[in-house]
């Protein structure tokens, strides 16, 4: 059962009980009424329910004989066992549907609760995709490299990507962060970037150590936004099931089940990027990610990506993908304005 099913069972007896009275006792087992208290820990409430509640009123519909309380992230349900029984089974469809998905809405409800109906959606022409993310929007590969990333994730623990800006490499490592995290594949997912700026001194920093390392993590989260319910993603934050872990704080750790996504590592030192990949632990996966041709370091020539792609290549579960200007899928004139740079 998965982890936000986690419910509590309270049976309440019918009055005037008699424990000696065989025909009491049969009654009580068949007809004794039973509280189930659903935990709705990681699920968004609001796409669960619906605007106005109007998602659970559907729910209620098809379960007359049961009292439904919605109560924050709690749904106390009370009746009869047997009924009980098939309320909790619908309910872990309609959770798995919305885990899945993302998204939920009327004619799925009903599809979910009607015997013999759709229960899970239809699974035709999703080979291709990743994950659902917020509203269902399918997140696919789009492009040759980016494919070809997702088919070496599979069979390789390390993944090197680099390309130009815009070639969606970081989004995809994302993607596949958060497809092995709701795939139970790990427990959690660890983002890092090493704090270099892009040519301009921003001076002091307030805040504790995340807010001093969120204008370098934004990419990611921008990315993560787009999987996942902003109020799923502060859960994820406060239990540390995603976590922010600066490249220069790695040394030591042992990163065991866990994807770790190391971005803009163009401007990691050959040093750092060695001890960033000597981190990895028992069931985990890295991805790094960057651009070499956008190094920020005093001395592009020690960048440890660069250093990393000579020495790397040929090391069985690694895999490196070179992304190209046929992969940038931002405005159109990216790609020009990047061909311009790469031929001045």
Not at 156 to 184: C, E, F
Not at 204 to 232: N, S, T, V
Not at 279 to 303: H, N, W
Request: glycine letters at 6%; hydrophobic letters at 40%; one cysteine or more.
């Amino acid at each position: 059962m998965r982890d936000w099913l986690k419910n509590a069972t309270v049976k309440i007896r019918p009055q005037n009980y008699d424990r000696k009275n065989t025909t009491a006792k049969l009654r009580h087992y068949l007809y004794c009424m039973i509280e189930k208290i659903i935990y709705l820990k990681g699920i968004d409430l609001l796409v669960l329910y619906g605007a106005n509640n109007q998602h659970l009123e559907i729910i209620k519909r098809f379960f007359p004989k049961i009292k439904l309380i919605a109560r924050g992230d709690q749904l106390k349900a009370v009746g009869e066992a047997s009924e009980i029984t098939r309320f909790e089974d619908k309910m872990e469809k309609l959770f798995g549907y919305v885990d899945k998905y993302n998204k939920l809405s009327p004619m799925e409800i009903e599809g979910i609760m009607v015997e013999n109906g759709i229960s899970n959606g239809t699974d035709s022409g999703e080979e291709d995709i990743l994950l659902f993310g917020n509203n269902g929007k399918p997140i696919r590969s789009r492009t040759a490299h980016q494919v070809e990333m997702v088919e070496k994730s599979r069979t390789n623990d390390l993944l090197i990507a680099t390309g130009p800006a815009g070639s969606g490499k970081t989004y995809m490592a994302v993607a596949l962060a958060v497809r092995a995290l709701r795939n139970r594949e790990v427990k959690k997912i660890i983002l890092s970037r090493p704090a270099v700026e892009s040519g301009e001194n921003l001076g002091f920093l307030p805040g504790d150590l995340r807010e001093k390392l969120d204008p370098y993590l934004q990419p990611l989260y921008d990315a993560l936004l787009d999987m996942m319910p902003a109020r799923k993603l502060k859960e994820y934050m406060e239990d540390n099931v995603i976590q922010i872990a600066p490249l220069a704080f790695m040394r030591g750790r042992t990163l065991d089940n866990a994807f770790v996504i190391l971005d803009e590592a163009q401007n990691a030192s050959i040093n750092q990027l060695k001890m960033f990949l000597t981190r990895m632990g028992e069931f985990a996966k890295f991805a790094v990610t960057g651009d070499i041709t956008q190094v920020d370091l005093p001395d592009p020539r020690k960048s440890g990506l660069i250093h990393a792609k000579q020495i790397l290549a040929d090391i069985p579960g690694i895999a490196i993908i070179e992304f190209t200007h046929q992969d940038i899928i931002r405005h159109r004139l990216v790609e020009q304005i990047v061909r311009a740079y790469d031929n001045c």
